[in-house]
């Protein structure tokens, strides 16, 4: 997933997410790495530099630019829940104290790690959250 902060990205995480599969944010140039994409998520806005990337790496793979996607009016009521020891996201550290890797985070540890976050800053159902962390930030 390579896209600027924003919608598009909380967007394309969610529907990741809802697809059953592994969302696996970055920051593009991310050139090496442990994961081992299906399928390559990113915006009209980054489409261009994306795709050379892929190209340079000798990829097959072809970036997928989600916001110029049409909806499906289909839908299914069959909401599949993850198992809390599924893995939810492959979050790449920032290489500040050795080579960028990824690192599992589970369902569970991304619900426990929201629920902190909650109870630590008082937030409720009325709160709203703003933070320039990006969204590609180990936190």
Do not use: K
Not at 47 to 62: N, V
Not at 95 to 121: E, I
Request: glycine share 6%.
């Amino acid at each position: 997933m390579f896209y600027p902060p924003g919608l598009d990205f909380a967007i394309a995480f969610f529907a990741v997410l809802y697809a059953g599969a592994i969302a696996v944010p970055l920051a593009p140039p991310r050139r090496s790495g442990n994961a081992e994409p299906a399928t390559v998520l990113t915006s009209s806005q980054l489409a261009p530099r994306i795709s050379e990337i892929l190209s340079e790496l000798g990829c097959s793979l072809e970036a997928v630019v989600t916001d110029t996607l049409t909806v499906d009016e289909s839908s299914s009521d069959d909401i599949v829940m993850p198992a809390p020891d599924e893995i939810c996201v492959l979050q790449y550290t920032s290489g500040s104290t050795g080579t960028p890797r990824g690192v599992v985070v589970t369902h569970a540890n991304a619900a426990r790690n929201a629920r902190l976050l909650a109870s630590q800053a008082e937030l409720n159902d009325q709160s709203v959250w703003v933070s320039w962390v990006p969204h590609f930030h180990d936190l």
